[in-house]
């Protein structure tokens, strides 16, 4: 059964800072994984897909990186802003079977001004 | 263009009553999923459909749990009965397909007093 956890459960960084998110999963056969972001009361919000044959992908001051063997993936913000304030979370799709995504309990990121 | 709507944003529910949430995917979009969001963790899988099929209904936690998608677009998730366990957040995603990024809607949030 596929597990994702996210390290840590929560930041906190001054405006300005790069900061790395971690995520690892307990099984490397999946299709891909994606990270999305989370505002308070809100759906979810799509930054990133990697697919499983990609090492990275890169969507202005957001990249993100999957190593599958391993099974980690990070998501790196460059030059935080208090905008970014939000949950962040990390989807697996595993392969075989279901679309479904495994999430998991996300990181909650707070940029200070 | 339009992205995921789900109706209503909020439902409160006696205990016992019986509620219905809907899901418009994003026009075109094969594959519909519905997720449950719990506070503070992240979405945990229900079911799946593509087109009108119901591919994998795993993770339906109970049987007064019952989805549809009779047509292959707008989907509905009944809940029976409601317990005060099934107060969370319902979470509808769509994706073109198996290997495309899953789309959220706003969500549903539903209290059960």
Known sequence: KQEVTQIPAA??????????????????????????????????????????????????????????????????????????????????????????????????????? | GAGVSQSPRYKVAKRGQDVALRCDPISGHVSLFWYQQALGQGPEFLTYFQNEAQLDKSGLPSDRFFAERPEGSVSTLKIQRTQQEDSAVYLCASSLSHFYEQYFGPGTRLTVT
Do not use: H, M
């Open chain 1, 11 to 113: 930041l906190s960084v001054p405006e300005g800072e790069n900061l790395v998110l971690n995520c690892s999963f307990t099984d490397s056969a999946i299709y891909n994984l994606q990270w999305f972001r989370q505002d308070p009361g809100k759906g979810l919000t799509s930054l990133l897909l990697i697919q499983s044959s990609q090492r990275e992908q890169t969507s202005g001051r957001l990249n993100a990186s999957l190593d599958k063997s391993s099974g980690r993936s990070t998501l790196y913000i460059a030059a935080s802003q208090p905008g970014d304030s939000a949950t962040y979370l990390c989807a697996v799709r595993s392969q075989g079977g279901s679309e479904k995504l495994v999430f998991g309990k996300g990181t909650k990121l707070t940029v200070n001004p």
